[in-house]
T-cell receptor
Framework: DAGVIQSPRHEVTEMGQEVTLRCKPI?????LFWYRQTMMRGLELLIY????????DSGMPEDRFSAKMPNASFSTLKIQPSEPRDSAVYFC???????????FGDGTRLSIL | AQTVTQSQPEMSVQEAETVTLSCTYD???????LFWYKQPPSRQMILVIR??????QNATENRFSVNFQKAAKSFSLKISDSQLGDTAMYFC????????????FGGGTRLMVKP
């Protein structure tokens, strides 16, 4: 079975540019999570969806960040405009049933110059 | 709100030896789950082991086992016969039961296995 698929694996862009990170959850999973990992703050939950509906976005740092899940097999995390402090590894994770562990994608390493 | 604390930022162990990573958590919940995830240099987050709080028996997965002390709110990971491939960051995580499958992570412990 394919795992959680994230793209791109690496992204380098200049500040002020729009960045879009993509995630395909495991087929049949109806919970999807976006995390940010930095040395200073560790792993932070940004937002999560259940059945394509955002349930908790309290971790989204600013209005520059937005996330969508237009269907059960695709989600995006967008940063516009990007800033150097947004540089981090962004993970997507999914899980299929209540009380089950999350399965993570390989992450996107984002560098904002 | 729950908090998870990993008090050992870094540890090292000789190959084939045993090492124990510590994790404590704070919660007022009675029903929850605890996990250990491994993040090797490749950056993947890999589930190592899982423990249900309502089970008294400690979980075991091959060379990995936990010591779950519910009253003390402690959840340590023991790695036996350490291998070079065990070199990674290890994260302890808490999940409240029936709460959207959200995880609260500790800050991580960097484990180096030396040949």
């Amino acid at each position: 079975d394919a795992g959680v698929i994230q793209s791109p694996r690496h992204e380098v862009t200049e500040m002020g540019q729009e960045v879009t990170l993509r995630c395909k959850p495991i087929s049949g999973h109806d919970y999807l999570f976006w995390y940010r990992q930095t040395m200073m703050r560790g792993l932070e939950l940004l937002i999560y969806f259940n059945n394509n509906v955002p349930i908790d976005d309290s971790g989204m740092p600013e209005d520059r960040f937005s996330a969508k899940m237009p269907n059960a097999s695709f989600s995006t995390l967008k940063i516009q405009p990007s800033e150097p402090r947004d540089s981090a590894v962004y993970f997507c994770a999914s899980t299929g049933r209540v009380n089950q562990p999350q399965h993570f994608g390989d992450g996107t390493r984002l560098s904002i110059l | 709100a729950q908090t998870v604390t990993q008090s050992q930022p870094e540890m090292s162990v000789q190959e084939a030896e045993t090492v124990t990573l510590s994790c404590t958590y704070d919660t007022s919940e009675n029903n929850y789950y605890l996990f250990w995830y491994k993040q090797p240099p490749s950056r993947q987050m890999i589930l190592v082991i899982r423990q249900e709080a309502y089970k008294q028996q400690n979980a075991t997965e091959n060379r990995f086992s936990v010591n779950f002390q519910k009253a003390a709110k402690s959840f340590s990971l023991k790695i036996s016969d350490s291998q070079l491939g065990d070199t990674a960051m290890y994260f302890c995580a808490f999940m409240k039961r029936y709460a959207g499958n959200m995880l609260t992570f500790g800050g991580g412990t960097r484990l180096m296995v030396k040949p």
